[in-house]
């Protein structure tokens, strides 16, 4: 069974770095695009960006590039998204996803809650 | 970046009413990489539709999909209870995804 389970929730003060994770399971995790997708509290779903763990090729959604890191170890089958200083502003609901090779979101993992205050 | 805007934001109905919700693009979208989700509260959202008509497993067929180009349509033929929730649509170019910002079914 294809699954996608994410690390827990994170409370940080703002300034701190944070790296959340996301491990694949029950299929190849180097032959599918991963994803982030933001959700920030009753509000829609935000693109972040993509890996392809089979290689590493990373794409950034414009409104994210440069304020987060995505990355993967594909040895343990693991994704992730980083922070190096977070704001409060990045408090939200992070989902990390699996992209069909048809281009389509067909794996959602759990959501990892990330909690910015002072 | 292609903007994504969904109709209405609301759609108050009630259960066994059809309920038609648009989405448009601002520019052409491939067919092929246009999707539609539904997110119910304290949950992950699901795909519904793929390739703008194409029904994800297990969707049952009173969930359909059409339109092609800027303006794409997720009619929902007799609403069930389960089905009052939030629903997104996205395209899913080679490089770049975006969302429109939802619209959410509501019990009239």
């Known amino acids: 069974e294809e699954q996608l389970v994410q690390s827990g929730a994170e409370v940080k003060k703002p300034g701190e770095s944070l790296k959340i994770s996301c491990k694949g399971s029950?299929?190849?995790?180097?032959?599918?695009?991963i994803g982030w997708v933001r959700q920030m509290s009753g509000k829609g779903l935000e693109w972040v960006g993509i890996?392809?763990?089979?290689?590493?090729?990373?794409r950034y959604s414009p409104s994210f590039q440069g304020q987060v890191t995505i990355s993967a170890d594909k040895s343990i089958t693991t994704a992730y998204l980083q922070w190096s200083s977070l704001k409060a502003s990045d408090t939200a609901m992070y989902y990390c996803?699996?992209?069909?090779?048809?281009?389509?979101?067909?794996?959602w993992g759990q959501g990892t809650l990330v909690t910015v205050s002072s | 970046e292609i903007v994504l805007t969904q109709s209405p934001d609301t759609l108050s109905l009630s259960p066994g009413e059809r309920a038609t919700l648009s989405c448009r693009a601002s520019?052409?979208?491939?067919?092929?990489?246009f999707g539609w989700y539904q997110q119910k509260p304290g949950q992950a959202p699901r795909l519904l539709i793929y390739?703008?008509?194409s029904r994800a497993t297990g969707i049952p067929d009173r969930f359909s999909g059409s339109g092609s180009g800027t303006d794409f349509t997720l009619t929902i033929s007799r609403l069930e209870p389960e089905d009052f929730a939030v629903y997104y649509c996205?395209?899913?170019?080679?490089?770049?995804?975006?969302f429109g910002q939802g619209t959410k079914v509501e019990l009239k």
């Open positions: 996803v699996r992209k069909d090779s048809s281009g389509y979101i067909d794996y």
């Open positions: 996205q395209q899913y170019g080679s490089s770049s995804w975006t």
């Open positions: 890996i392809f763990p089979g290689d590493s090729d990373t």
């Open positions: 520019q052409r979208v491939s067919s092929s990489y």
């Open positions: 390739a703008a008509s």
């Open positions: 029950g299929y190849s995790f180097t032959s599918y695009w």
